[in-house]
């Protein structure tokens, strides 16, 4: 353990601790989806490695699959693992079926003309495609696979006898355990060597979506991740790299035409950046919800899930400053550690949504984002005033998110030397909008794709540890819901990706509290 940075080792601390005051309890309990043991060396090492970060990139989701991951997808050579949670007929879920379809086309011609290749196996899986379908899953966390007969009526993929006599050995599954244990993280693996983890659905949402792409040894991690959670094949059991063998004439495939977003960005990572600190953070489903309806109920403790832990230890031990980009804000354990941090003086930025998905957050929540940020900002003015804290004066409202890496935690120039108080931090929030700049798209950008609401997860510590994945700032995803981070230790890496966000977000953002209103 002492090899590990020193958020890691303090993450597994308490994690460890945790286990094992949960081991003391006497309850039956639910079995975790997937488990891990952190007092056992072999789990704690597929959680902790290090990855090669490739790229990250912003956009729609139709944009990130069509430009990026079915290109990759197409340049499989023995295995493709799609992991998603929303599958609905759209411009993704139909350039997806095309580009299977075509590289089966290319390897049964291929086939035809007496060439041998090696199958290639494909696995899809997915949580929820209906409200029919969740209603009637089955309970069983072993989920439901569908036959071949139904790919093309049902789920709109290319017949299961091209894919035969082409070698793709498919198989499609999906998991959903009631009332809300939806399986949220999204990935996709190809030869066990590449990996991409994206924020966005098989759906047809035109949503701000970012994705992280690298390689390394986090690869293994998030192989392990799926073999526990979906169960699809038992060579998985052992994940690692695939022995491609060396390199032989393998059909061409054309790429699927791109959509492309007008918030289409793409950063290219340096090399200087393989061998960076990387913690994967699975945080397993919860059937029972904890819901306490009535208002003098005070808010459950969250599971103790690496990626809950993870989160609230970075906002709890955050000196400097804090952005979190996320579809909502309805958590309210989050809720209290962002005022702690604005009490310690830490400046906190948030981004997030207007009116984005109100009915789920009413059922999953019992309340939605603008009253929870109304009653945060109620808080922050109030403690501002009763302990005569002002908040520190921020350059502006309209500018990017800066980070601030070498500062120490209090300046001199934040102090109240009268009452001997930091200032409290500086607070910035802003929702979400389309650009209504009314000009002219560069030649092959699909402006019906300017995306209408941010469904980017992202939160940035201290300019140094950056989490990306599947798990939002609300209640269903702290909760209930199956979800997935990944957090990557390092200032080059937080500075690329702040930087690319700024770029996207310019002319998308309505201010609606800065601390110069108080």
């Not at 526990?228 to 393998?250: A, F, H, L, Q, V």
């Amino acid at each position: 353990m002492n090899a590990f940075p020193s958020f890691a080792r303090t993450l597994l601390g308490n994690l460890q601790a945790k286990q094992l005051a949960a081991s003391k309890l006497e309850h039956g309990g639910e079995t975790e989806l997937p488990r891990y043991d952190v007092l056992n060396d072999v789990d704690v090492d597929v959680l902790v490695s290090k990855s090669d970060p490739v790229a990250f990139q912003l956009g729609t989701g139709a944009s990130i699959y069509t430009t990026t991951l079915l290109p990759a997808i197409l340049q499989a050579k023995s295995e493709i693992v799609l992991v998603t949670c929303f599958w609905a007929a759209s411009k993704t879920r139909s350039a997806l079926a095309q580009a299977l379809e075509s590289l089966a086309l290319a390897r049964k011609s291929w086939i035809e003309r007496g060439h041998s290749l090696q199958p290639l196996n494909v696995h899809i899986c997915f949580s929820s495609r209906s409200v029919f379908q969740k209603l009637f899953h089955t309970t069983s966390q072993d989920g439901y696979e569908y036959p071949p007969s139904s790919w093309t009526n049902t789920l709109g993929l290319p017949p299961a006898e091209l894919l035969e006599v082409a070698g793709l050995r498919l198989r499609v599954k999906t998991l959903f355990l009631l009332p809300f244990s939806v399986m949220h993280p999204k990935f996709v693996i190809v030869d066990r060597q590449r990996a991409f983890i994206p924020s966005c659905n098989v759906s047809w949402e035109a949503w701000l979506e970012g994705c992280v792409e690298f390689q390394g040894a986090a690869v293994t991690g998030l192989l392990d991740f799926f073999s526990r959670t979906w169960k699809m094949d038992d060579r998985i059991n052992t994940p690692g790299p695939i022995d491609t063998g060396s390199p032989s004439p393998e059909p061409t495939v054309a790429p699927p035409n791109a959509v492309v977003s007008p918030a289409h960005h793409v950063l290219r990572f340096s090399s200087t950046l393989s061998g960076t600190p990387t913690v994967l953070l699975p945080s397993s489903h919860h059937r029972n919800p904890q819901f306490r309806p009535f208002p003098w109920q005070s808010a459950p403790c969250p599971p103790s899930t690496p990626l809950n832990v993870a989160v609230l230890q970075l906002i709890n031990e955050s000196r400097h400053n804090i952005y979190i980009q996320t579809p909502n804000l309805t958590c309210e354990p989050v809720i209290c550690a962002l005022l702690g941090a604005l009490r310690r003086g830490v400046d906190v930025t948030i981004v997030t949504s207007r009116n984005m998905m109100l009915l789920e957050q009413l059922v999953t929540a019992g309340t939605t984002t603008n009253w929870c940020i109304r009653s945060l900002l109620r808080r922050y003015r109030s403690f501002c005033a009763e302990t005569q804290w002002p908040a520190k004066k921020g350059k502006g409202g309209a500018g990017g998110y800066r980070l601030v890496v070498d500062s120490p935690r209090v300046h001199a120039s934040d102090v109240d030397l009268e009452g001997q108080h930091p200032h409290a931090g500086r607070l910035r929030i802003c929702y979400f909008r389309p650009s209504q700049v009314a000009s002219s798209e560069p030649d092959g950008v699909d402006a019906s794709e300017e995306p209408v609401h941010s469904h980017l997860k992202l939160t940035i510590v201290d300019g140094a540890y950056t989490v990306l994945g599947s798990g939002n700032m609300d209640r269903a995803s702290w909760y209930t819901s199956q979800e997935l981070g990944i957090l990557f230790e390092g200032r080059e890496f937080a500075d690329g990706v702040i930087s690319s966000v700024n770029q996207v977000l310019k002319g998308r953002l309505d201010v609606v509290f800065d601390n110069r209103d108080v």
